[in-house]
């Protein structure tokens, strides 16, 4: 009896170790892989909020300059906030859906991949939208400059962001106007999650018989799990700018936000298609092709 009580805390102790391992292979490869999207996404989100600030600066060419000095200056990018911001939220979001399923894969043995796909999905986005709604108001702060800040730099004659010197609106409409940022953002961050991991797998069912157009089920759910988050952003990115300007022109009447969004809505809508690519596209194959190629060291290293 005492010999397999040792053996038992022997295999428990040995399950222990592995799954430490494979949790730190979790970690690793959602740093790699948060580290290797963050320049671009930083650089398109900051071209996103500096367009639709109501000095109205031009996305291309704001896009192509914000590129460029990132390309010259490097190390001048890696050491900003919004790059650590960025940073942070994918990081987070990573290594969270790494590691539950890793966990519940492991208390479960894999049994129940519904389970474990629905505990996976809660957690992310718990991890997920706040953060985003947290980096999205930070990159507002540091790039969006206000109606009054624009003014005063007119009248000073510079053309770079300054702080103005009036402030028109109160505290009380200030925190009103903060909480209606953070609840847009969190609206719209519902959209990409529920089109970037929920949707897609409704449709693959719904439309997996093979057709004339595309007759391999796997490339068909391959071309849904790709477009499907980028159609989202057809939806998102409207909120996405009706977030910026409710941060831009607090005291703005609905008329002028409509008109403000309708005319500045088609380059940001093409621009965000193209950037949730490598935030769902390439950041997540980079990350399941690292975590499986440490998964599997580990398992080599754990057999006899």
């Not at 400059?145 to 962001?161: A, I, L």
């Not at 609840?183 to 409704?202: C, E, H, N, Q, V």
Request: proline residues 7%; glycine residues 4%.
């Amino acid at each position: 009896m005492s010999q397999q009580l040792m053996q038992s805390e022997k295999n428990s102790w040995g399950k222990g170790q592995v799954l430490a391992a494979v949790l730190a292979g979790d970690a690793a490869a959602a740093t790699i892989s948060a580290t290797a999207i963050s320049p671009i996404l930083t650089v398109i989100d900051r071209s996103v909020v500096e367009n639709a600030a109501p000095a109205n600066q031009p996305l291309l060419s704001t896009l192509r300059t914000n590129i460029l000095n990132s390309v010259r200056r490097p190390r001048l990018l890696f050491a900003t906030k919004p790059f650590l911001y960025m940073w942070t939220l994918y990081a987070a979001t990573y290594t969270t859906a790494n590691a539950v399923e890793s966990i519940g894969t492991a208390l479960t043995a894999g049994a129940d991949r519904i389970l474990i796909s629905s505990i996976t999905f809660i957690s992310t986005c718990l991890v997920n939208v706040p953060l985003g709604v947290w980096k999205d108001v930070r990159f507002v702060q540091t790039y969006g400059r206000s109606v009054e800040q624009v003014k005063f730099s007119k009248m000073v004659g510079n053309t770079r962001p300054v702080a103005s010197p009036i402030r028109s609106t109160s505290p009380a409409r200030a925190t009103r106007s903060s909480r209606t940022v953070a609840a847009t953002f969190l609206f719209r961050d519902a959209i990409t999650i529920f089109g970037s991991i929920s949707l897609p797998p409704m449709l693959s069912s719904a439309v997996s018989a093979p057709d004339h157009l595309i007759p391999d089920p796997s490339t068909k759910n391959a071309a849904i799990q790709i477009f499907t988050p980028v159609l989202s952003q057809v939806v998102a990115t409207p909120l996405h700018l009706l977030g910026l300007d409710f941060y831009t022109s607090p005291e703005g009447s609905s008329a002028e936000r409509t008109q403000r969004i309708k005319s500045a809505l088609l380059p940001p809508t093409a621009i965000r298609c193209a950037r949730i690519i490598p935030a769902f596209g390439i950041g997540m194959v980079m990350n399941t092709w690292l975590r499986d190629c440490f998964h599997e060291q580990v398992r080599s290293s754990d057999s006899p």
